[in-house]
Nanobody, 115 residues
Framework: QVQLVESGGGLVQAGGSLRLSCAAS????????VGWYRQAPGKQRELVAT???????NYADSVKGRFTISRDNAKNTVYLQMNNLKPEDTAVYYC?????????WGQGTQVTVSS
């Protein structure tokens, strides 16, 4: 059973920072990719950033230069450092992972950015 557990969300003022963590059960290298996604009220879930098993990284244009995805292999954890947060970053942030043809999701963590 694959488990992804997110933590680190909260309420922050615009311009502030938060770091999200996604702890995976098992070796994160067993996944093709691990990423962060977000879903704002009334909107579809969107990709924020992904890190592939080989190390390549992708970011949504809206977060480039502000967010950084990284991983700690020893802790089987993927992080999302979010700096210079904006009110439009407010959403539930989900950790997602792919392995072969299967997708796995965490329960989500709320990020709220006040103006």
């Amino acid at each position: 059973q694959v488990q992804l557990v997110e933590s680190g969300g909260g309420l922050v003022q615009a311009g502030g920072s938060l770091r999200l963590s996604c702890a995976a059960s098992g070796n994160i290298f067993s996944f093709n990719a691990v990423g962060w996604y977000r879903q704002a009220p009334g909107k579809q879930r969107e990709l924020v950033a992904t890190i592939h098993s080989g190390g390549s990284i992708n970011y949504a244009d809206s977060v480039k230069g502000r967010f950084t995805i990284s991983r700690d292999n020893a802790k089987n954890t993927v992080y999302l450092q979010m700096n210079n947060l904006k009110p439009e970053d407010t959403a539930v942030y989900y950790c997602g992972a792919t392995r072969a043809l299967s997708n796995y999701w965490g329960q989500g963590t709320q990020v709220t950015v006040s103006s």
